[in-house]
């Protein structure tokens, strides 16, 4: 057996623990770029401490998904104030957005230089600038994975820059700024941790340590995610699914995925679909997929066992299969009001585009199994509605 492991320079973790580490932050340089929200409360109080401490702060907006036009424009700003410490305080696509930052600020060339796809897809060469990661919601664990993911609009595709030297030097996981996230955010935040917890687990790439994070995640997800959405206030609910978040971005970014993100990326370049809704939809579907498709051509594979292993962390009953997992998923899926695909603008006329796409992508690759073009179609038929 051989496998590799890598994460951020150090994790922090606790209620609190993002405001306990501004002298932290205030050590690692004196002109930090502070990307946020559209709120500016979140952030507020760790600018203004760091400005005490002679820490001077520039603020950057990200309140959408990045697009290369965004994230060059907030890469053009960094280097204007000659930032050397960037702060990335927010959801997966703030985080995202600091990590492109901080590699920029110390790497020659254009942002397309280093693009998987539309772009060169050079390495980086640079260590980046001190990069600081603060998770404001509980679903991508952005602020453990080596890669960021933009958007590119007028090609409809969402790509990747990847690179170990993405890995942020400091994440500063703190429950306590998960509190806010409405309803609707915690679903959809909650399914992407989920479904990257069970992705992982059964990927074909996963490894004993990845194993350990993800059955830590599940039952923590199982337990907890459905309150955080019933009570937003309820800080033990908000705590488990801050560390499932945690450990789901930890496992991805040292196994794979597989077909639910697969699809995930594609999607979302063709239609303006939240990803967690994307997850939520896809994920019962793929496991039945998954499972047909192993009993019927690798009736011996581990991964059978193991898709039967989620049921039983995420239901806490010791002979749970496959199915009620299926069925657990597709319950939680009706209690949040989850919307087919079909509201986003997904039409059947678009599914060979999104098979064709999502066949290519690297996530797929990470599946159980190799799922042909037309079990794939039949998992977006049950999807659109």
Not at 189 to 196: C, H, K, R
Request: hydrophobic share 45%; with cysteine; glycine share 10%.
């Amino acid at each position: 057996m051989r496998f590799d492991f890598a994460t951020a320079g150090q994790i922090r973790f606790g209620p609190g623990i993002a405001t306990d580490a501004v002298p932290e932050i205030a050590a690692l340089g004196t002109q930090a770029f502070v990307l946020a929200g559209g709120t500016s409360q979140r952030h507020a109080p760790i600018v203004e401490t760091l400005a005490e401490r002679g820490t001077a702060c520039t603020r950057f907006s990200v309140t959408t998904e990045p697009t290369t036009e965004i994230v060059a424009a907030a890469v053009t700003a960094a280097r204007q104030v000659r930032a050397d410490v960037v702060i990335g305080l927010g959801g997966g696509s703030v985080i995202d957005t600091g990590k492109v930052v901080a590699a920029m600020l110390t790497n020659d060339g254009a942002l397309e230089d280093y693009l998987e796809v539309v772009g060169a897809g050079q390495p980086l060469q640079r260590p980046a600038v001190p990069y600081v990661a603060i998770p404001t919601t509980a679903g991508t664990g952005a602020e453990v994975t080596r890669n960021a993911v933009l958007c590119v609009p007028e090609k409809k595709v969402k790509v990747s820059m990847r690179s170990p030297l993405l890995l942020p030097h400091l994440a500063l996981v703190d429950p306590l700024l998960t509190h806010s996230m409405p309803p609707e955010l915690t679903a959809s935040t909650g399914l992407d941790a989920l479904t990257q917890l069970a992705e992982a687990f059964v990927s074909n790439k996963a490894n004993p340590l990845t194993d350990g994070l993800c059955r830590e995640g599940l039952q923590r997800a199982g337990r907890s995610l459905r309150r955080a959405f019933t009570d937003g206030s309820d800080a033990e609910a908000r705590e488990d699914m801050a560390v499932a978040s945690l450990f789901s971005g930890l496992a991805l970014a040292n196994a794979k995925l597989g077909a639910v993100h697969g699809f995930a990326g594609p999607l979302g370049g063709m239609i303006a679909v939240p990803h967690g809704v994307v997850c939520g939809r896809l994920l019962p579907l793929v496991i039945e997929a998954n499972v047909r498709a192993l009993r019927e051509r690798t009736a011996d594979s581990a991964a059978l066992a193991r898709h039967d292993e989620i049921a039983r962390l995420l239901t806490g009953n010791s002979t749970a299969t496959a199915a009620d997992a299926v069925a657990w998923i597709q319950d939680l899926c009706e209690t949040f009001a989850l919307p087919g695909l079909r509201r986003f603008g997904l039409t059947e006329d678009a599914f060979p585009e999104a098979v064709a796409k999502a066949r290519k992508a690297s996530s797929m690759q990470g599946n159980p199994i190799e799922l042909t073009e037309a079990e794939l179609g039949a998992i977006l038929a049950r999807a659109i509605d």
